[in-house]
């Protein structure tokens, strides 16, 4: 049984290194076990639509809506819950289902009764519950970590495992798609999750319930959140610039992608390389992060961040060359942005987890995630209808020039450039 005495001097070991703080390893291998999952989701389950189902391209966009649309329309609704209870029950129990899911897909292909209506049904499912995750593992971090000083440091590590399944994840997929077919790749995808639910399970920090009230109204807790991230300068500019980074995200990588197959005829092996090291400048970037935060003040690393981020995507519809020639300058180009994003991403997580009351964390991530994934879904919309008019390298010089705009616009009014420390942290309110 934990004492407070227990949890004080855990407290003392944390504030000496992450590495001795057993539950946020814990933590940290069962988010590992997710991300991987994630990341062979992404791939196994549209090629599980097209090898097995022999979906179309209309099929495959609305499978990759599904995946999105569940943080726009449950969002905050799922914010308001995350709020009332235990996050890491939460948590455990988005895996668990994901877990189940997942698993159905080899066991119904195996039975001659997958079909295509069946696996969006549990594609959107799977969102629901990466969108419980997400929202719930955001807001746990800073019960885990007591200590405010160590936050920066937590999302650093978690933001260079996320960079490392970004990188290792889509050949890990493609070689369980390769040697056990799309649907049983699912099965190890199912088992990731199972992985993580073990993790969380062993965790041993006490997380006090949210105090019971006499009535709550969902409509109310619903709108306090809203509020709270309307009403603070910070978080308003971290949901817009978020949301319009996603944005252009989604316009540039599909065209790039059509761009460099169709036009430029990259191999797709050669593409899956290119995106593979350049998932490896996210890794760096956790790394750098801390201590470019603790050498340099906090705005210039973020607008760093953010040029760095997409200025390089320029490369994209310019780079001329030989094949080789290509492939190194779109390697730089996707090296650079997954390097300056997991930057620009460790500083707005830590700032909202700061200035946020514990109360609210559950609120405020599903809020602005629901703005920056909103925006992101009609990045790929945008910029399909634009490539359908004009063609598609001038649908890309369109979203990298556009991405460019919009840095240099977020870099010049954005509050939080003009940073010079971490915020103060936030307590509840009485």
């Excluded at 616009?409 to 509840?428: D, F, H, Y």
């Amino acid at each position: 049984m934990t004492t407070r005495n227990d949890v004080r001097s855990g407290d003392v070991v944390a504030r000496k290194s992450l590495w001795h703080h057993k539950d946020f390893l814990r933590f940290w291998s069962g988010e590992t076990f997710s991300l991987f999952g994630a990341q062979i989701t992404i791939l196994a389950l549209p090629l599980t639509a097209v090898l097995t189902l022999d979906a179309g391209p209309e099929q495959l966009g609305i499978l990759r809506f599904l995946q999105m649309v569940p943080y726009l329309l449950f969002g905050p609704l799922l914010g308001v819950w995350v709020d009332r209870y235990r996050r890491r029950t939460a948590m455990i129990g988005a895996n668990v289902v994901r877990m189940v899911l997942i698993g159905m897909v080899p066991v119904l292909a195996g039975l001659g009764h997958l079909n295509m209506p069946l696996l969006l049904m549990i594609t959107f499912c799977v969102g629901l519950a990466a969108v419980l995750f997400d929202i719930s593992w955001m807001s746990f971090i800073p019960t885990l970590i007591r200590d405010p000083e160590h936050l920066v440091d937590a999302n650093s590590k978690l933001a260079a495992t996320s960079a490392t399944a970004d990188a290792a994840g889509p050949g890990v997929a493609g070689s369980l798609v390769s040697l056990l077919t799309a649907p049983v790749a699912m099965a190890a995808n199912a088992a990731t999750y199972l992985g993580s639910v073990i993790s969380l399970l062993l965790i041993r920090t006490e997380e006090t319930p949210p105090p019971a009230t006499a009535k709550r109204r969902v409509r109310t807790e619903l709108s306090q959140g809203l509020r709270f991230v309307a009403g603070d300068r910070l978080l308003r500019w971290i949901a817009l610039v978020g949301g319009m980074a996603n944005f252009f995200i989604s316009a540039t990588v599909p065209m790039f992608i059509l761009f460099a197959v169709r036009d430029q005829e990259i191999p797709s092996s050669a593409l899956g390389l290119i995106f593979s090291l350049g998932a490896c400048g996210g890794i760096i970037g956790g790394v750098l992060c801390r201590r470019l935060i603790t050498r340099l003040r906090l705005g210039p690393v973020y607008a760093g961040g953010l040029c760095v981020a997409f200025i390089p995507t320029v490369l994209l519809p310019a780079a001329t060359g030989t094949s080789l020639v290509l492939g190194i300058l779109y390697t730089i180009a996707w090296f650079l942005g997954s390097l300056g994003l997991t930057i620009v991403n460790i500083v707005i997580m830590s700032v909202r987890q700061n200035i946020t009351p514990p109360s609210l964390l559950g609120r405020m991530n599903a809020a602005v995630r629901a703005v920056m994934f909103g925006l992101g879904a009609l990045g790929g919309l945008v910029a399909g209808l634009v490539a359908a008019e004009a063609g598609v390298r001038e649908a890309l010089w369109i979203s990298t020039g556009g991405s460019m705009v919009f840095v240099l616009c977020g870099v010049a009014l954005s509050p939080l450039t003009r940073l010079r420390t971490m915020p103060e942290t936030a307590k509840n309110p009485a």
